[in-house]
Structure formats: C-alpha cells, structure tokens
C-alpha cells in the first residue's frame, strides 16, 4: 500500500479489486471457471511484480483456472472480456492468448480482434508476428479494414516498430515497408485514436529509418485535414532535431529570421506541486512570412548530478514580417508514475524551428 499523499503506482491498477474482478468475469463466463486455482497460481510474490509482469501472470493464472482444450478456453476467455471494467484487465486477457495460444494463430489473431476492443492487444499480437510473421500480418491488414476503430488502431498499434514496454521485432523494425500497407489504409482514418496510433508508427519509424518516412509522408501531402494531422504529429523527433526535410513537410525552414527579445522561466525555486511558468517574446526581423514551431526542452536533474531532456511543445505560430509574438506556458511540476523528479538545478531550452535560441533555468528543492 502507498504511503498517503504519494502517487499511486501504476501496477496498482493490477491490485486485489482487479483480480477479484477477473475472477468473478471467469466465474460468470464458464461453470469450469476455478477461481481458487486462479489466485493460486498468481503467487506469494505477486505484490512485486511490475505492471507488464502481473499482465504475464495473469495470463498464466487464466491457463490454470481454465482446464479445458484451447479452442474452449479462449471462447471463455473473450467472453470474459465483455464483463471487466479497465483496460489492463482486457490486456491481462490478451496475454492469455499470447502465452497459450501461439500453436493456433489463426483462432488467436481473431480473439485478439474481439479483445482489443476491452484491453488492447497491441502486447500480444507480438509473438504472433515473431512466431508467425506471414499469418499475423495478413490478418493485420484485413482489421485495418474493420468497422470497429479499436480493431483497426490494433493494426497499427500493434506493428509499431517501438512500441513502449513491448518486444522488438526485428522484421519490421528493420524493414519498415512491412506494415505500409496498413498505414496507407489508415492514413485519413475518421477515428482520432487510430490517427494517434498511425502517427505514432510513423515517427517510430523516423529513428531507424526517416528518408523512408519522409518519403511516404511527402507522398501524403495536400490529402485530407487527419492525413495532415497524421503527418504534424509523426514528424515531432524529426521536427525537434530540426530536420530540413521535416520542417519543410509543415511549412518551416531550418533557417529562421528572428530576435527573441525575452525569455523567462519562472518562479526561479519550486517544490513538487509548484507551477513552472515559461514565457517568451519572439519578433521578425525579416521580409516574409515565417512558420515557427516554437517547443521547450526540460532538463531534470539527476542523481550523480546527470540530466535528462525531454521536450514539450509550446506552439507551433505564422509570423508576418516586423510582427513580434507572445507565447506563454505552465505546467504543473509533480510526480508521476513514470517519472520522478528529483532535487536541484534544471535546465530550460527554447527550440524554434529544431535549434536553440535561449535558455534559463530554476532549482527544485525536496
């Protein structure tokens, strides 16, 4: 349990309600449900697992509870997805066929399918596209014809070539033009969760492969408003590295005639809970219109007196000529379940069009 006033930990929401939850959808989906081989084989040291580690176990635990032939026991086990109440409880049912299910990929593919819809599957399509590239990517392509958007997005979600907390896959890691065509379907798609995830794809891309991304993109240009949504977002590492051919895509040049007349973070020493403001005056000193995208970059310190970056953006503005523009920003600096900030000075970027044009700092004390 979590000390009062502490951030929940994420692994939490894999916590007793939860498993009491599964449990009581097992028992309600199958009369061979066993409830009390569930918790058992979860084990004493459940507590310690990490969130993607309770995912496994849950996965294991279902196996054990559900004596029956697979093809019985995955139909059980979708149905169950019908009667949890969050999402990593819906994942927890997809590891189930990830771990049991990769000898009959074709009944698993299509559970994963009815899945993803109560917990995405993106985490367990992957040994599918291990085990069975061919298979899995056939039908990855068909849910990217879905009528459902979790469905499709799976489609997406699931070939990222770097999905956080997910497997490599060397395949598509390597070779990009494995999953096109799946983008190419997605590319204007009405649903803006599928659109995020597309994005996403495509800027995973960019890190291993970003002519090949900046090729099809430049390909996408003058389509649909969510196509050029798509692109905005997928072009984000690129556009922060100050790619040439990236900016261009949104209308920016590398080389931007600007005086940034003030630049200020404030307050100057914070606590956890504190408000961190950032604020900056930026004026054209030349004869056209300039598109600027205008982001920060929050140095955290560290332990052994090491920082680590992490940009935010902060606007991206079309500046006449002689024109001068304000932006302000703040946000909030706490604790997260993925991030922990910790004592000491931390640095403040300003990045316009990928290149830095002033800086400031503040401390943050314990």
């Known amino acids: ?31 061979h449900f066993d409830p009390i081989r569930f918790h058992g084989a979860l084990g004493d040291e459940f507590a310690q697992l990490s969130i993607m580690e309770r995912v496994g176990r849950i996965g294991d635990a279902l196996h054990a509870a559900l004596p029956l032939p697979y093809e019985q026991a ?60 061919d298979v899995a990517l056939s039908y990855l392509r068909r849910f990217a014809d879905d009528k459902d958007d979790h469905v499709r997005r799976l489609a997406s979600e699931g070939t990222r070539p770097r999905l956080p907390w997910a497997a490599r896959i060397p395949a598509l890691t390597d070779d990009p033009a494995l999953a096109a065509p799946i983008l190419e379907r997605l590319k204007a798609d009405i649903s803006p969760y599928v659109r995020k995830s597309v994005a996403n794809h495509l800027n995973d891309i960019t890190y291993r492969h970003p002519d090949w991304a900046l090729t099809l993109m430049e390909g996408w240009q003058g389509g649909a408003a969510p196509t050029a949504w798509i692109i905005r977002h ?29 630049f200020q973070v404030a307050p100057t020493v914070l606590r956890l809970g504190d408000r961190l403001c950032i604020g900056v005056e930026i004026v ?58 910790y004592p000491g000075r931390h640095r403040v970027e300003l ?16």
Request: aromatic content about 6%; hydrophobic content about 45%.
């Open 74 to 133: 995955v139909a059980v086990v979708c149905q169950m997805g019908r009667a949890v109440d969050q999402g990593f409880q819906g994942i927890s049912l997809s590891a189930y066929v990830a771990r049991h299910g990769l000898e009959h990929p074709e009944r698993s593919l299509t559970a994963l399918a009815d899945l993803t819809r109560f917990g995405s599957s993106e985490f367990a399509v992957r040994p599918f596209l291990i085990r069975h590239p």
């Open 234 to 262: 997928a072009l984000r590492s690129l556009i922060k590295a100050g790619h040439p051919r990236a900016l261009a895509l949104v209308g920016a040049a590398d080389r931007v005639c600007i005086a940034v007349a003030a």
């Open 351 to 366: 990045i316009i069009n990928g290149a830095v044009w002033a800086e400031g700092d503040f401390t943050l004390l314990t």
């Open 1 to 31: 349990m979590n000390d009062i006033g502490q951030t929940p930990l994420l692994k939490d929401l894999l916590g007793p309600a939860a498993l009491a939850r599964i449990a009581q959808a097992g028992e309600q989906s199958s009369p």
């Open 284 to 341: 054209s000193t030349g004869q056209q219109d300039q598109r600027l995208v205008v982001d920060y970059r929050l140095h955290y310190a560290r332990p052994g007196g090491k920082a680590a970056g992490k940009v935010f953006k902060l606007k991206n503005v079309d500046l006449p000529p002689g024109r001068r523009v304000k932006l302000e920003i703040s946000q909030v600096i706490r604790d997260f379940s993925t991030r922990r900030h």
